[in-house]
C-alpha cells in the first residue's frame, strides 16, 4: 500500500490519526551508537517546561513501549512537557492487563492516555487494547504506535476506536493530538488511582 493511500485511509476514519514517512530524530534511536544517541537526543529532545499552575490538571499518559530507548526517550519528553507519565515494557507487566475487570469508578478512568506500541513481546499493543475495552476500561484516548503499520492493523485500530502513528514520528504531530485531549478535558475531572497501589 502506498503512503499515500495509508494517509488518506486514517484520516477518513480518524482527524486525530497520523501515518507517513516524516523525518524524525526518534529513527537515530536504532541506528546510531551510544555516543550519537546521546548527542543528538541532549539536541533534539529539549523541549519547554509548561507553567504547571496555567493547566487544567496534569494529563496522564499510561505509555508502552518494549524498545527501552524509544521508552526512555518518550517517557522524558512528555514528562519535561508537563505531562504524568506511567511507562511499561510490555503489556503482562501493566496493572490495566494484570487485573480481571476494569477497577476505576463509572465516572472516573486511571488515565487520560494510554500510548502503546503495537509489536511488543507476549502481547502485541492492538490484543492489549482489545482486552482493555472487553475489562470496559473508561480511557477514552487510546493510540498505538508502529513502524510496520499494515492495513489490517490500521482497520483493527479504527474497529477498537484507537488513534496510530506510525514510527518514526514527528514528536509535534503526536504534541498536537495530545494538545486536543487537554483541551478536552473537564476542570472537575478525578482520576483513579488504584494501579499505584
Known amino acids: 500500500m502506498s503512503n499515500n493511500l495509508e494517509i488518506r485511509i486514517l484520516k477518513t476514519f480518524n482527524p486525530f490519526v497520523w501515518s507517513g514517512t516524516m523525518p524524525s530524530v526518534m529513527n537515530c534511536l ?10 543528538r537526543k541532549v539536541r533534539n529532545f529539549k523541549v519547554n517546561q509548561r507553567d504547571e499552575k496555567s493547566r487544567k490538571g496534569k494529563l496522564r499518559i499510561i505509555l508502552l513501549e518494549d524498545n ?3 521508552r526512555s526517550v518518550l517517557t ?3 514528562t519535561h512537557r508537563g505531562y504524568e507519565v ?8 501493566c496493572p490495566l492487563q494484570l487485573q480481571p475487570a476494569c477497577r476505576c469508578n463509572h465516572n472516573q478512568s486511571c488515565t487520560d492516555v494510554i500510548l502503546t506500541d503495537l509489536d511488543m513481546p507476549e502481547m ?10 472487553k475489562k470496559n476500561c473508561k480511557c477514552r484516548h487510546i493510540a498505538v504506535m508502529s ?17 496510530a502513528f506510525e ?18 478535558l473537564h476542570p472537575s475531572r478525578e482520576l483513579c488511582n488504584w494501579f499505584r497501589e
Open 167 to 184: 514510527k518514526p514520528f514527528d514528536k509535534e504531530v503526536l504534541f498536537q493530538w495530545l494538545d486536543g485531549i487537554e483541551k478536552q
Open 68 to 70: 527501552d530507548n524509544m
Open 124 to 133: 502485541d499493543g492492538l490484543r492489549f487494547i482489545g482486552n482493555l475495552k
Open 147 to 163: 513502524g510496520n503499520l499494515t492495513a489490517d492493523a490500521m482497520f483493527l485500530a479504527v474497529k477498537l476506536g484507537c488513534s
Open 30 to 39: 536504532e541506528r546510531n551508537n551510544a555516543l550519537g544517541y546521546e548527542n
Open 76 to 78: 522524558m519528553t512528555l
Open 86 to 93: 506511567f511507562s511499561f515494557p510490555k503489556p503482562t507487566v
